[in-house]
């Protein structure tokens, strides 16, 4: 029941439940996605921008949980209008499949069709699909081993500004992964790369620097790029002679 605390001003609603509230909570949260729904599908029908149909494919995902239908979308916007996100969405969803709760498929894992939509994001307008893409040829578990043709997935992604692009091409380099074995040829990318903060080519950088491949040995450096990093469960102390051991790349 409500009573009224004229001493104080406020009013009890003890009597309502906090499930009443939440089921409320639930209908107005589900009212406002898909008004919006309506409003996204109108503006992608008619616009036909990869941007609008992205994001719409987007709510009937992450907000409406219709799976089935938001990789329509994805798939659709990816072969319609080169819309690269969703070229790399759908790629994801087919790289893991999903499943939902009562147990039903509305996406089949396919690995190789995966492939096919980080190779076509890779290559237009995403160059964050360049690295699974990559990883995928460098693996050899669901397509065919191919080292030369996922060094150049990375190129292009490294070449449109992508920190792991740069990164696992720099890896390709100091690993001989479809170029020659060149430490050298992979500094300029860590450094690129840690410039831009990113911590794991950082690490690298730094552990380059420990061992002096490609560059000359500095412990000074090393330090310097280990505190950069930020990473120090993957470091070692430097042992006082200077011998073996030492951090390693990963």
Same mark, same amino acid.
């Given at each position: ?143 065919? +081993?191919? &080292?030369?043709? /996922?060094?150049?997935? !990375?190129?292009? %992604? @490294? ?5 792991? *692009? #740069? ?13 020659? +074995?060149? &430490?050298?040829? /992979?500094?300029?990318? !860590?450094?690129? %790369? @840690? ?5 794991? *080519? #950082? ?13 000359? +040995? ?33």
């Amino acid at each position: 029941a409500v009573v009224s605390t004229q001493s104080t001003g406020f009013v009890d609603t003890t009597g309502s439940s906090s499930e009443d509230a939440d089921a409320k909570f639930a209908k107005v949260q589900r009212d406002y996605y898909a008004a919006m729904l309506v409003e996204m599908k109108e503006d992608c029908e008619t616009y036909r921008k990869a941007t609008e149909c992205h994001e719409y494919a987007k709510l009937l995902i992450e907000q409406m949980h219709l799976i089935e239908e938001g990789f329509a979308q994805y798939v659709k916007n990816c072969k319609e209008f080169d819309a690269g996100a969703s070229c790399h969405n759908a790629g994801n969803l087919l790289l893991r499949g999903a499943k939902l709760p009562d147990g039903t498929i509305p996406v089949e894992r396919d690995v190789p069709r995966a492939a096919e939509f980080y190779a076509r994001a890779c290559t237009t307008t995403y160059p964050r699909s360049c690295v699974p893409i990559a990883r995928l040829l460098q693996l050899g578990k669901h397509l065919d +081993k191919d &080292y030369p043709k /996922a060094f150049e997935y !990375l190129k292009i %992604g @490294c070449q449109k500004n992508n920190n792991d *692009s #740069c990164f696992f091409l720099a890896n390709a380099h100091m690993q001989g992964m479809g170029t020659e +074995k060149s &430490y050298s040829a /992979a500094v300029p990318l !860590l450094e690129q %790369g @840690c410039s831009r903060g990113h911590a794991r *080519s #950082c690490h690298n950088l730094g552990v380059l620097y420990y061992h002096g491949y490609g560059v000359e +040995k500095n412990l000074d450096k090393f330090k310097e790029f280990n505190e950069r990093a930020k990473i120090f469960r993957f470091q070692k102390k430097p042992p006082e002679d200077g011998g073996s051991g030492g951090p390693t790349a990963h």
